[in-house]
């Protein structure tokens, strides 16, 4: 479902060695993170698949096969649950919970800059993260003029995306975006459908799904 380079990109993030997101992780914090995260018994200094050989591998490395066994486990959501919490990264880098919400925003766009290059995407849907395949997770249902709209199976919300022809056009996009605004400022009024929140990678923002159609 996600592939090895992407995998590789976000395990390079979450150890420190790029974007500054995140402080440096040494290999001996890595394995005490999956260890007591995840019930691995690892013990640094030893290779994770042999314990009889000495030697720890590229920690790069050793985080990316952790990633994959968690997808093949179907454990990965918790990962993200994890590193993405404002807690623990207020905790690792001893930063105000305002700065720590900032920052998670920002990483939960990074990652999915990432993700969406192999067709995957990280949703957020009530403090809970999924790892969909985009394809997969996202049904057709209409279009208008200047956005297509899809049914996000995993959340059974509604995404509107503006088309890939608007994405150049500053006044498209401008437009789009207002309209999001101006939902959002009038959402607590009865019958208006309450948006959720607005994707600046993909310029789409989440709904509720209406219980039936104007029509």
């Given at each position: 479902m996600i592939k090895r380079k992407a995998i590789e990109k976000i395990s390079k993030i979450f150890i420190g060695d790029e974007a500054g997101y995140y402080k440096y992780k040494s290999g001996y914090v890595l394995v005490k993170f999956f260890n007591e995260n995840f019930g691995y018994n690892h013990e640094y200094g030893v290779s994770p698949e042999n314990p009889s050989i000495k030697g720890f591998p590229t920690r790069y490395v050793y985080v990316s096969d952790?990633?994959?066994?968690?997808?093949?486990?179907?454990?990965?959501?918790?990962?993200?649950?994890?590193?993405?919490?404002?807690?623990?990264?207020?905790?690792?880098?001893?930063?105000?919970?305002?700065?720590?919400?900032?920052?998670?925003?920002?990483?939960?766009q990074e990652f999915n800059r990432i993700l969406k290059i192999y067709g995957s995407e990280l949703v957020e849907f009530q403090g809970e993260y999924k790892l969909e395949n985009i394809d997969e997770n996202l049904q057709k249902i209409g279009e208008g003029g200047f956005a297509e709209v899809y049914f996000q199976k995993s959340t059974g919300l509604v995404v509107k995306k503006l088309k890939r022809n608007c994405l150049n056009n500053s006044a498209d996009k401008s437009r789009f975006k207002r309209e999001y605004e101006i939902t959002k400022s009038i959402d607590d009024i009865e019958g208006i459908i309450k948006v959720i929140d607005f994707n600046e990678n993909s310029y789409s923002y989440r709904m509720e799904k209406a219980d039936c159609t104007l029509k």
């Open positions: 952790r990633l994959e066994e968690l997808i093949r486990l179907n454990r990965i959501n918790k990962f993200f649950k994890i590193i993405l919490n404002e807690m623990y990264i207020m905790n690792e880098l001893s930063i105000s919970e305002t700065d720590a919400l900032d920052l998670k925003k920002k990483l939960f």
